[in-house]
Every structure is written in structure tokens, then in C-alpha cells.
């Protein structure tokens, strides 16, 4: 929660919430594409995939992140995208790689904190420093800080260097998995952050309904099917798991978002579980740094710093979907 000023991390708490008590994210500002053969969007510089050649940073706390993460370890890119993990905490100067349990350190530029790597991209960089950040280390800057982009990018464009097989974006799907990302984004991915970070009763309310009216269309459509879209494991699965996996650990107390838990809705939890379960999702979900990151990063939410000890949730509890 800060921004960079004059080349230095200033913290600001959430300066993204306007008057009337609403969250309103700023938008990403590096926003090129790594492609199998260096093109781009019209507007963005294209980067060729080359395995070896790009470094992930990451925070195993940010939902955002997370999806990185999950694109990465389905692609089997893991030997040709190096990844450093900061550590759970942000405090008066952001994202750093202190020492702690789960923490890789930036063995490429040698940063100690990340806003040093938004600089050497861009010495007059004024932006948020977020992850996850995606680095060439050929061109030594950032190819991109938007994670719905990157998972773009790892789903297809290393495919002819050695990648797994899988589009998690089929092209007949697009459509339908643009809209659903649309809704799950606006009322769920960020509607838990509109719900949390809401000043005023009437835009917390807001939020926290359109939350849960989601969830509601969500259990219903997962009742009767296994996945999103199309029978298949798609991009919009791996953007709705992030955000779920969290709830009750930390968005039901937290962001007061509140009004049930995701266990008590059968559909969503037995989706959450088969999810986790998989071997691409599982090693990527680290609940330690997911509590201590929320909980101890948010004083003006949780001035005491204190991590709750529950609740605890069974994630390995048999669950069997196949058959949806």
C-alpha cells in the first residue's frame, strides 16, 4: 500500500479509496507481452519467449500473484522462469526480501526491497509496487506487473520452447470466460478488497452483497458442473481459486465478509478442495504467509498486529468431482 515519489517508497496506506469510501484500484503500468515470436498488442513492446531468459517475482500472500504461480506450475515452466518470493510482510517500505520461512531472495538484481526493481526499470517510476512482476533479465527491465496478462502470456507462448501442453484460454471459451472473469473480478477477486477497505457503512454494504450474490450464482453453477467453462480447467478457474482459497481464512474475518463462510456452501467447497488438490495448485499455496501478510500488514485494520489461530479447514478432505 504505497507508491513511489521521487524515487522512494512512500507509504500511504490505501490511497486508492476516494471520498466516499470506495475502492478504486489504479491501473498497472508496465503492460508488454512475452509471445513466441516477439509480437505484441498494438501499443505494447512484444519479448520473445526464450527459456532462461525471464525471473517471476512474487508474494505467496497476493491473491494476484498466486495466479502466476498456478499458470507457472501447470505450464512446467519452472526450469525456464526463475521466481523470487518476498516476504509476508509489507511494511513502511513495501515488499522486501527480509529473511524469513518461504522466502527466496532476488538472486538476479540483488534487491532487498522491490521497489528497487521498479527503478532500474524505470528510474522516474511513480507507481504502486505490486506483484507480481515479471523481469527480462536480457533487457534488464519489467516485461509486466499485471498478473491477468502474464497468465496470458505462460498459458500459450512458451509452448514451442518445451512447455507443457494446455491452453487455459481456449479460443472457443474466450467469450464466455472473458464475462465470468468480469463478474468474479469485480465482485469477488476485488470485491472482498471493496469490502475491507470500505470507509463508509453504505460502500461496504455495497460490496459485501454484490460478494455474496456472486457466490450464491457461483454455488449454483458449480452444483451441476465440475469446472467454469467448458468441462475443462480454464484461466477463469485459476482466477476464482485464488480468491476462495483465502475466504475463510482471512476474508470472512478480516474484510468482514461475513455473512457465511465458503463451507457452507457445498459446491464451492468441495470446488475449492478439488482445486487444491491438484499437484499444480497444491506446493503453491502457503497459508502461513497468506495470515501473516493480511493480518499483520493492515494496521489501520488490525492495529494489534495479532494472526488468528483458526479456523481450520480441511483442505485434503476427500472430495470427488469427476463425475460433474
Known amino acids: ?98 529473511d524469513g520461512p518461504g522466502v527466496v531472495p532476488d538472486t538476479v538484481n540483488g534487491a532487498s526491497k522491490l521497489y528497487e526493481i521498479y527503478l532500474l526499470a524505470d528510474p522516474h517510476c511513480t507507481s504502486r509496487v505490486t506483484v507480481p512482476v515479471l523481469w527480462d533479465k ?29 491452453d487455459y484460454y481456449p479460443a472457443e471459451h474466450r467469450a464466455e470466460i472473458d464475462a465470468v472473469n468480469t463478474r468474479i473480478y469485480d465482485t469477488l477477486n476485488n470485491g472482498v478488497y471493496k469490502a475491507g477497505f470500505a470507509t463508509r457503512q453504505p460502500a461496504y454494504e455495497a460490496a459485501a452483497t454484490g460478494l455474496f450474490e456472486t457466490l450464491d450464482w457461483l454455488e449454483a453453477r458449480l452444483a451441476t458442473q465440475r469446472y467454469l467453462i467448458g468441462g475443462r480447467l480454464t484461466e477463469a478457474d485459476i482466477r476464482l481459486f485464488t480468491t476462495l482459497v483465502r475466504f475463510d481464512p ?30 499444480a495448485f497444491r506446493p503453491t499455496v502457503n497459508f502461513a504467509h497468506i495470515k501473516s501478510h493480511y493480518y499483520g500488514s493492515h494496521p489501520w485494520l488490525n492495529p494489534s498486529g495479532i494472526v488468528p489461530i483458526g479456523p481450520d479447514r480441511d483442505f485434503d478432505a476427500h472430495v470427488d468431482r469427476g463425475r460433474l
Open 1 to 98: 500500500m504505497g507508491e513511489l515519489i521521487d524515487g522512494q517508497w512512500h507509504r500511504t496506506g490505501f490511497e486508492t479509496t476516494l471520498a466516499e469510501g470506495t475502492l478504486k484500484r489504479k491501473p498497472s503500468v508496465f503492460r508488454n507481452w512475452v509471445t513466441a515470436d516477439g509480437s505484441a498488442p498494438e501499443g505494447a513492446r512484444g519479448f520473445t519467449a526464450e527459456p532462461g531468459r525471464y525471473h517471476l517475482y512474487v508474494s505467496l500472500a497476493c491473491p494476484w500473484a498466486h495466479r502466476t504461480l498456478i499458470m507457472r506450475s501447470l505450464k512446467g515452466l519452472g526450469d525456464m522462469i526463475g521466481l523470487s518470493v518476498v516476504h509476508w510482510h509489507m511494511g513502511e517500505e513495501g515488499w522486501t526480501f527480509q
Open 138 to 166: 536480457r533487457e534488464r527491465t519489467i516485461v509486466s506487473n499485471e498478473s491477468a496478462e502474464i497468465i496470458r502470456m505462460f498459458s500459450t507462448a512458451f509452448d514451442a520452447v518445451g512447455a507443457q501442453a494446455g
Open 250 to 279: 482471512v476474508y470472512f474475518g478480516h474484510f468482514k465478509c461475513n455473512r457465511r463462510a465458503l463451507v457452507e456452501y457445498p459446491a464451492l467447497w468441495a470446488y475449492v478442495r478439488d482445486l487444491y488438490q491438484l499437484p
